[in-house]
Every structure is written in C-alpha cells, then in structure tokens.
C-alpha cells in the first residue's frame, strides 16, 4: 500500500474514532439534561461513527496496509445550550467531510484507484450527514426560547 495514502487512512481511522467519542460525550450532555430523546440520538450517532471507522480499519488491513491506532483527545463535555452542543456535531460533521475530501484527492494524486472508489462512499456519508445536523441544529434553533418545542423535537429523536 502506498505509504501516504496507508497514512492519511490511520489518521481518518483516527477522526472517526473522535467522531464516536465525540457523539458519546453529547450523548452524555443531553442525558444530564434529561433530553433522552437527544441521547439516544447521539448514541445512534456513535454506532455509525464508530462502525465507519472500522469500515477504513477493516479496509487498510484488506489493503495489506498496518493500522495505528493514534491516541485519543477528550471531547469537550458540557456545551452553554442544546443548540451549542447540536452546532459542535454539525461543525465536527464539516470538518470530517473536509478530511475525507482531501483524502479523496490524495488517492487519486497517487493513483490509488481501490482507495479513490472506496471514499466515495464516505462522501455521500458525509453529504447524508451534514444534512441530518444542519436539519436538527437549525430546528434546535428556532424553538431555543421554547421548552415545549425542545420536549417535541425530542420525543421525535427518540424514535430514530
């Protein structure tokens, strides 16, 4: 495997992983907030993020590639407001699809055609993800000021 692509794929592996840490720590937030709803939300989140980044492990290893694991930050834990908390995924979400455009670039710079073809999935991911956070965070939004419309965008989340 071509030794900057096998780079810049344990350093995604690594995002990703954040990304799941991330989600748990929102997670955390909205349970001591008692917005359950938001909670199970956040934990679906993680699920995907931690199953993408072992899309890209399972990938790398298919590849011939060495996986390594880098170490992980602490998110932050606790955010001024629901829609802070709802705006930090939707920013991670950007900054991810961001990291995996340029990744995309460097695969096909170093014709890594297999890699090239495989992070197209993860960039109509990323498009089906940002979506899902702008959507909730401008929802989160408009009812800031509203504790009943906090409680029904909640009961909503708790069905995904």
Do not use: C
Not at 17 to 27: C, E, I, N
């Amino acid at each position: 495997m071509n030794a900057k692509v096998e780079k810049a794929l344990n350093e995604q592996i690594h995002a990703e992983f954040f990304s799941f840490y991330l989600s748990l720590s929102v997670a955390a937030y909205f349970t001591a907030h008692h917005l359950d709803g938001f909670a199970h939300w956040m934990r679906i989140q993680a699920q995907e993020e931690f199953a993408h980044a072992m899309k890209l492990f399972d990938f790398l290893n298919e590849r011939g590639g060495t996986v390594e694991l880098l170490p992980l930050e602490a998110p932050t834990r606790e955010w001024a407001s629901p829609s802070d908390a709802v705006e930090a995924v939707l920013e991670h979400e950007k900054f991810i699809s961001s990291r995996i455009n340029d990744l995309v670039d460097l695969a096909t710079a170093e014709n890594d055609h297999a890699t090239t073809v495989m992070l197209h999935w993860y960039v109509s991911e990323q498009v089906e993800e940002e979506a899902t956070a702008d959507t909730l965070f401008h929802q989160v939004k408009m009812v800031e000021s509203s504790p009943h419309g906090l409680l029904m965008i909640d009961r909503e989340l708790s069905g995904r």
